[in-house]
Nanobody, 124 residues
Framework: QVQLVESGGRLVQAGCSLRLSCAAS????????MGWFRQAPGKEREFVAG????????YYADSVKGRFTISRDNTKNKLYMQMNSLKSEDTDAYSC?????????????????WGQGTQVTVSS
């Protein structure tokens, strides 16, 4: 059974940092692009960051560029996202995902596997 399990979300104050982790099991995603998305209740899922299968290329939404950093460790089948200078508007449920291809995409439909999400709440 393929699973993606996120961790690291919690309540923090604005300006603080968090590191989200995503552990994959059931199969290797070493040759798949992976990404982080976020979603608030009643809103559409929003692309946050993507990373090429090898990790050499990354892409970010404008809203997080310069503050968030996505990375991966293919030896551990894990995905990470370092979130710095958090703002109240970063409050959302964050999910990791694995794409069907080696290159990342900003569209949720390009991702075949999803975690359940971890809640990040930033108080101002």
């Amino acid at each position: 059974q393929v699973q993606l399990v996120e961790s690291g979300g919690r309540l923090v104050q604005a300006g603080c940092s968090l590191r989200l982790s995503c552990a994959a099991s059931g199969r290797s995603f070493s040759y798949n692009a992976m990404g982080w998305f976020r979603q608030a209740p009643g809103k559409e899922r929003e692309f946050v960051a993507g990373i090429y299968w090898s990790g050499v290329s990354t892409y970010y939404a404008d809203s997080v560029k310069g503050r968030f950093t996505i990375s991966r460790d293919n030896t551990k089948n894990k995905l990470y996202m370092q979130m710095n200078s958090l703002k109240s508007e970063d409050t959302d449920a964050y999910s990791c995902s694995a794409a069907g291809t080696a290159n990342y995409d900003t569209a949720p439909r390009s991702y075949n596997y999803w975690g359940q999400g971890t809640q990040v709440t930033v108080s101002s």
